[in-house]
């Protein structure tokens, strides 16, 4: 299995572009998070996933977020506009934990996103 | 609400040292513990993780870690560190009952010096 795969790897944009994080989850894995890591705040859960259904999105930082899973092979990130503070690397992980499930969280290598 | 506190940064060692990466935990209800590390420029991996029964789990690298309930604390050791083991270190806690959504602590920088 190739593992979580994440695309791009480095992202450069300006203030106010919009910014589309993908990822592709383990295949057979029911459970999807969003993750983002800065020096400041360590890691954070954004947003997660059970079968392609949001089960909290609590942790995303603001309207300017948002998150899709259209099917069980595909996940996007979306920051619009982007901002110089959204700087940091995002991660996406996968699990074949369902409801209550506690299985292990595999990650992905992480997009590096810069904002100017 | 659930927290997790790593109390080292940053732990600097020399190579076949010992090392005891602290972590300690606050939940009012019965957590999963696990930890994960991350090499530079890479995800997370998980390195081990406590759910129930024996409260000492090991990794196949030689790290182990003790569930203490009455200190809230799962510190992780290993008695004799490599040069490859040079990572950050995150302790992890899951509420019991919960979905599987993981909250972190702030990482613990290992680096282990020839």
């Known amino acids: 299995d190739a593992g979580v795969i994440q695309s791009p790897r480095h992202e450069v944009t300006e203030m106010g572009q919009e910014v589309t994080l993908r990822c592709k989850p383990i295949?057979?894995?029911?459970?999807l998070f969003w993750y983002r890591q800065t020096m400041m705040r360590g890691l954070e859960l954004l947003i997660y996933?059970?079968?392609?259904?949001?089960?909290?999105d609590s942790g995303m930082p603001e309207d300017r977020f948002s998150a899709k899973m259209p099917n069980a092979s595909f996940s996007t990130l979306k920051i619009q506009p982007s901002e110089p503070r959204d700087s940091a690397v995002y991660f996406c992980?996968?699990?074949?934990?369902?409801?209550?499930?506690?299985?292990?969280?595999?990650f992905g290598p992480g997009t590096r996103l810069t904002v100017l | 609400a659930q927290s997790v506190t790593q109390l080292d940064s940053q732990v600097p060692v020399f190579e076949e040292a010992p090392v005891e990466l602290r972590c300690n935990y606050s939940?009012?209800?019965?957590?999963?513990l696990f930890w994960y590390v991350q090499y530079p420029n890479q995800g997370l991996q998980l390195l081990l993780k406590?759910?129930?029964?024996?409260?000492l789990v090991e990794s196949i690298n030689g790290f182990e870690a003790e569930f203490n309930k009455s200190q809230t604390s799962f510190h992780l050791r290993k008695p004799s560190v490599h040069i490859s083991d040079t990572a950050e270190y995150f302790c992890?806690?899951?509420?019991?009952?919960?979905?599987?959504?993981?909250?972190f602590g702030k990482g613990t920088k290992l680096s282990v010096k020839p």
């Open positions: 992980a996968s699990s074949r934990a369902g409801t209550g499930g506690l299985d292990e969280q595999f």
């Open positions: 295949s057979g894995h029911n459970s």
């Open positions: 996933f059970n079968n392609n259904v949001p089960i909290d």
């Open positions: 939940s009012s209800v019965s957590v999963y």
């Open positions: 406590y759910l129930s029964g024996s409260t």
């Open positions: 992890a806690v899951c509420r019991g009952g919960s979905q599987g959504n993981l909250i």
